[in-house]
């Protein structure tokens, strides 16, 4: 009875395991698939082939019953959900339902979650701006959360490389605040975001109006195609999935060029209960995983497990790893595991018309916009809050329908469109700042369908932020009237954190084991065969869009990883 | 109207028609099935006038013939709230009485111009129902989205473009106003 268990073992043993097939562990597979470890990815939702389970992508909007809307029913069965913008009828099959998969708000937070290989790299926003080191920098010279344990440019040539790969759209604008890298041709901007940019540029300095950095192809070079990806056509339809493979995504692109290698093991379907840990050996030597259909038990080996959960889930997994040497949860010595969660704050809102560039208007659509990186307390601290934000910006001018009228009258003017005035607006991205008070944390009683503790979700707004986001506003406002901006309205949404869908931490970087649980590397302090690249591992926030930053941290670690194989240290 | 047009609008409604199972065609209930509207085939009929008095036919079709109407109800029943489909039913009832009241003849016995003047009237809010005034503002933005949004406009009176032209942030705003589509 013994030769069945041992060849079973053997065929659930692989070099590595992946937690999670989104946007950062698509990047563990490719580098460590590249690397010529045999790699087992494990996704806990269906699997989602790039082209062939993208069922909507060419449908026409007439072929929706609803015309996009989401219906009245199923929007209140998802109170959380029907928040989320990109939730449309076109999208509703990438969207983790309420119900579903249901979390503790101990205050309100809005977790928008994609169960399914690629994750929400199908369906995020696309905007990919580095980081700098005023950013890395943040937490020691302001005195909070702890110190990076890294800089820029430890980081520079992994930015470097997977922007490369996945093809990143920008200008060089040699801004210190924001980094420039390997571009393809940037967004056009237009008529009004030029004349915005003049007049920051004249009239602070340092304050800049950009081509915002997206992971839309502006031009398909050699690395993409050879990909299967082609130039992004402008459809502005990023969440059905994409035909052209015209945007990033882990099924477009990492994940295929993973499987090419034939390295690469997928296996959705795949809940994982928990990270094994052997005493003896003091690493973990593989997962406890729950099929999602069936609800059995399996398990898998491998020297190396990468944990690309997504944040929250990140720590849920960890937290209910536990075992006699770790009773708190994996690596979590020190008890700060689930701690120190951060997002970022979108209640800052402020739009206008501009009766200006009459001459000019839009034709057709970008899949960028503008974009105006943080400009306070950058060098030095200078206002009653810490921190700084950054600020997307739009401006439009095209037709819309003039839908006045009755009978004859009008629909002859439905046939012509009429030419509409500037629009304008922006929306503010402000850092937050990690506190210990801010925390996930598993649930004692309740479990899901599958056995796994509900996670509670206790985070919340501070003074800090408050004070930002009145400021934003000022300033804005400032800014747009220097402008010549007319009508301005600003407003305060007062959204539940999460929906930003930026969360972050939990499983922070840092130097000290006593004060953090992933060292320079994302390795865990305790637990040096795990290695944590996910939005867990972020020490500060930062005001940026955080996926790229994520892809450079895995790539970077995976290469480290394969390194420490081959030397035996891990 | 032109000819390939024609068959093909032809085809759409024979076919739309066919589809539809026996009992739903019956003279009580609507010819789309409704989960929470409660609309009779007679109160179907008169909203398909309503729409096509607001959308008529020219050379081009017109909102009944594209069936706006059911669009309308179709969105009502699965997108608005209790509050707008109650109000919706009960303005719907109420409006022969007011197009009555008005020109002294059912709605579906006026002329174009009457029938204009009675949706006209129902947007001054001044003696109207609120319920009726809240069936005119929900009846004419669905079917205003239902009839932009029809195939029909949408391939054949303003094309729409999977694939859109490059973007242009400085094109000439005079390009716009030289295109009058009739």
Excluded at chain 1, 97 to 123: A, C, M, N
């Amino acid at each position: 009875m013994a030769t069945p268990a041992i060849n079973g073992k053997k065929q659930h043993t692989f070099d590595a395991i992946v937690i999670g097939s989104g946007i950062s562990g698509g990047w563990a597979a490719k580098e460590l698939t590249e690397k010529g470890l045999k790699t087992l990815v494990l996704e806990r939702g269906r699997d989602v082939k790039h082209l062939v389970d993208y069922p909507t992508m060419n449908k026409l909007p007439y072929e929706f019953e609803h015309r996009g809307d989401i219906p009245l029913k199923v929007r209140e069965a998802n109170p959380v959900l029907s928040r989320a913008n990109a939730w449309q009828e076109d999208s509703d099959h990438f969207f983790v339902k309420d119900t579903e998969h249901p979390y503790v708000q101990k205050k309100p937070f809005d977790w928008i979650r994609g169960y399914q290989v690629g994750g929400k790299s199908l369906l995020w926003a696309r905007q990919t701006q580095r980081w700098s080191n005023y950013d890395f920098e943040g937490p020691a010279r302001d005195g909070f959360a702890v110190d990076w344990p890294i800089r820029y440019d430890d980081l520079a040539p992994w930015y470097s490389h997977v922007e490369s790969f996945a093809g990143i759209s920008g200008n060089r604008d040699g801004l210190d605040a924001l980094p420039d890298g390997e571009f393809l041709p940037p967004n056009p901007l237009n008529a009004v975001d030029g004349h915005f940019q003049k007049v920051l540029a004249e009239t602070y300095g340092d304050r800049h109006l950009i081509a915002a950095r997206f992971a839309n192809l502006t031009k398909s070079t050699a690395t993409q195609l050879a990909q299967g990806r082609s130039q992004c056509m402008s459809r502005k339809l990023c969440r059905r999935g994409c035909p052209f493979g015209g945007y990033f995504s882990s099924n477009s692109s990492t994940l295929p060029w993973a499987e090419k290698t034939g390295n690469l093991t997928m296996r959705p379907d795949s809940v994982v209960h928990s990270l094994i840990y052997d005493e003896q050996k003091g690493k973990a030597t593989g997962v406890r995983v729950i099929d999602r259909l069936t609800k059995e038990t399996t398990e898998y080996f491998a020297s190396i497990i990468f944990v690309n959960a997504s944040t929250l889930n990140t720590s849920l997994l960890l937290l209910n790893s536990t075992s006699s040497r770790f009773p708190q949860g994996l690596g979590n010595d020190n008890g700060l595991m689930g701690k120190f969660v951060a997002f970022h704050n979108y209640n800052a809102k402020i739009k206008a018309s501009y009766e200006g560039m009459q001459e000019f208007a839009t034709f057709g659509q970008r899949p960028g916009s503008a974009y105006i990186p943080r400009f306070r307390n950058l060098y030095k601290q200078e206002t009653d809050f810490l921190r700084g934000y950054a600020t997307g910006f739009s401006a439009s001018r095209n037709l819309g329908p003039n839908t006045t009228g009755v009978g004859e009258t009008l629909k002859a003017n439905l046939a012509n469109p009429k030419l509409r005035n500037w629009n304008v607006s922006g929306h503010v991205m402000g850092e937050t700042l990690p506190k210990e008070s801010n925390l996930v944390s598993l649930d004692q009683s309740r479990t899901d369908e599958w056995g796994m503790p509900l996670l509670n979700v206790d985070v919340d707004y501070d003074e800090n932020d408050r004070k930002m986001e009145a400021d934003a506003l000022e300033q804005l406002t400032e800014m747009f009237t220097t402008a010549g901006f007319t009508n301005i309205k600003t407003e305060l949404k007062n959204q539940a954190p999460g929906l930003d869908i930026h969360e972050m931490g939990g499983v922070r970087m840092g130097h000290d084991p006593k004060t953090s649980l992933l060292n320079g590397w994302n390795q865990m302090h305790a637990v040096k065969n795990v290695f944590v690249t996910d939005g867990a591992c972020m020490t500060s926030t930062s005001t940026q869009n955080p996926s790229l930053t994520y892809m450079a941290l895995t790539a970077r670690a995976a290469n480290h990883a394969v390194e420490e194989m081959r030397k035996g240290n891990v | 109207m032109n000819r390939r047009a024609a068959i093909k609008t032809a085809l759409t409604i024979a076919t739309g028609f066919a589809i539809l199972p026996r009992h739903l065609r019956s003279a009580s209930g609507p010819s789309v099935r409704l989960t929470e509207l409660r609309i009779s085939a007679t109160e179907e009929a008169l909203l398909a006038e309503v729409v096509e008095t607001l959308i008529p036919a020219t050379d081009t079709p017109g909102a009944k013939e594209l069936k706006v109407h059911l669009f309308v109800l179709k969105m009502l029943d699965d997108c608005h709230g209790a509050v707008d489909q109650r109000a919706f039913e009960v303005g719907l009832r109420q409006l022969d009485g007011y197009a009555q009241g008005l020109m002294g003849k059912h709605f579906a016995d006026g002329d174009t111009a009457e029938r204009e003047n009675v949706l006209t009237s129902l947007g001054r809010k001044e003696g109207v129902s609120p319920e009726l005034w809240t069936f005119n503002r929900l009846m004419r933005s669905r079917a205003i989205e239902g009839y932009r949004e029809s195939e029909y406009v949408m391939t054949h009176l303003l094309p729409h473009r999977m694939i859109p032209a490059p973007y242009d942030g400085y094109y000439a705003a005079s390009n716009y106003e030289l295109k009058e589509v009739r």
